[in-house]
């Protein structure tokens, strides 16, 4: 029995220490990131900050959603191209099949 929680409180540290990490990894990214920002264009990210101070629930929901437009903008492109993809195959198919003839 002992040994049986031994490893489940193994187990449970071990799934944490990698999911903290995980998360550790990936605000060092978004700091880096905002870094860059605040090198570069130091006024955006002055005015990033004054509005975060001033609502940051509606400045942080409209950034979201400005993010998921991105996203949605970047599939569409995607099933664009991949549709020009197989349109040029279908054409360049019906080519090969009318000068077998």
Known sequence: MGLV???VLTATSVGTALYV????????SE?????LVRAL???IAETII??????????IAKAEKEMEKQNAIAAAKAQADQADKEQKAAKDNLEKLKSDK
């Open 5 to 7: 929680v031994c490893f």
């Open 41 to 43: 264009y130091p006024k």
């Open 21 to 28: 990490n995980y998360q550790n990894n990936r605000l060092n």
């Open 50 to 59: 004054i509005k975060l101070k001033e609502d940051p629930d509606g400045f």
């Open 31 to 35: 700091a880096y990131n905002f870094w």
